[in-house]
């Protein structure tokens, strides 16, 4: 990682004495130069034994854990000057004294770390292969700044402190995330009547004990939870809920509550806003001959009796949040809307042919509607009819055969007669052939 660092020893460096005037071509300020440059040279080979490779950023979100990734070398010096001594790595926050101050985590047993730390706070890897990665468990917010690495063995003491260098990791503590799924667009929007299941995850631990995921709302009773072990080692906790939404569920919140540790530990939670996505249909105006009828209160299936030449007018509407399309159908046979627009159906001149179920439809994105009205058609009276020249004791009257004035009508329409005293023959005219009680 670029140049490495002067090793800052404890001792400190002494310096050598002044002797003889500050400068004299083969005096003492001479042999001082010299030495001052053998020092110099030493200092860089020294230098350039001491690396450390470390990330600059590293985000956890709070209550949570992350490795810190760590390798380090040293001078051969080290090992050679202290055959015996045994190396201890170190890891301190920024800003304190090392010669006061605690660290946070030591590889040392007998040296003490900080109370806010241990524990949580472990080195971890192979230290013959200059590991000096970092595992911090249970993420605070106090954990947030920059830390920095120290090496110990025997006399030999150094610190990998230098901004320039860039061995100062910076850990930054984010306010823990929670996933929803299924991920709806726009967020909570759900179509009513189709049954879902709703699923809030919170990230995973290392260690300790495992978050509470819990719903609160609606249909929170319906909750279950779930553990499920990640590819890195952690685990991933969640709560499912599963409900049907209904019209009425629109506007409702569910929200999710995520908390970590004790009650004192972090928590965090997400809202939930359901949009409930549906369509409906409902037929809002029946006309028969401009004579408005309410449809309102009846049943998916509305009857509705006309008369033969009677015109009927219907209109119908989708209730839905998004836009709808609108058609009308006869049976199998689509119909085609009137001059006001694809909610309206006009029929003029009825005839018994118009009788049936009509249906309105409507459907969106989020599926279709129907609603069907049924059409009876009715006779309209016939009156009473006195044929000309009927003498005394004869009267006549017309009548539908098999039905009579509003009553649905028969497909064939018969016309007869009765004579007082007698009988009539004819059928489906007007003629009457009369016979009197003596033939």
Known sequence: MGRALLPQHDAGERELPVQGPPWRAGGPATLRVLILT????????????????????????????????CSFTYPASFDTDNPSAQLFRNWYKDQVDVHWDLPVASSDPSRGVSQETQSRFQLTGDLTHGNCSLQISDAQRMDAGRYFLRVEKGDFKYSYRSNYYHTHPTLQILEPEIQITPAWEPPGTLLAGEPVTVTCTAPGRCSLTPPRVAWMGPFSDTARNVSAPLANGTWAHSSALSFTPAPGDHGKELICNVTYSSAQGPSTRRTIRLHIASISIQLFQVL????????????????????????????????????????????????????????????????????????????????????????????????????????RGVSGACYAAGGRAGSPCPVLLGVGWRVSGGHCAGGRGETLTAHGPGG
């Open 38 to 69: 053998l020092l110099w040279r030493g200092s860089l080979s020294l230098e350039s034994s001491y690396s450390l490779k470390v990330p600059q950023l590293v985000s956890v979100q709070e209550g949570l854990c992350v490795l810190v990734p």
């Open 288 to 391: 028969i001959s401009d004579t408005p009828l309410s449809a309102a209160g009846l049943q998916n299936t509305q009857a509705w009796p006309t008369q033969e030449g009677d015109s009927l007018t219907l209109r119908c509407e989708a209730g839905s949040r998004t836009e709808s399309t609108l058609s009308w159908a006869k049976g199998n046979e689509s119909l085609s809307p009137g001059q006001g627009g694809a909610g309206h159906l006009e029929l003029s001149n009825l005839s018994r042919g118009d009788a049936g179920e009509y249906w309105c439809w409507a459907k969106n994105s989020y599926g279709s509607a129907n609603r069907a009205l049924h059409v009876h058609m009715q006779c309209k009276a016939l009156g009473v009819a006195v044929p000309e020249g009927v003498g």
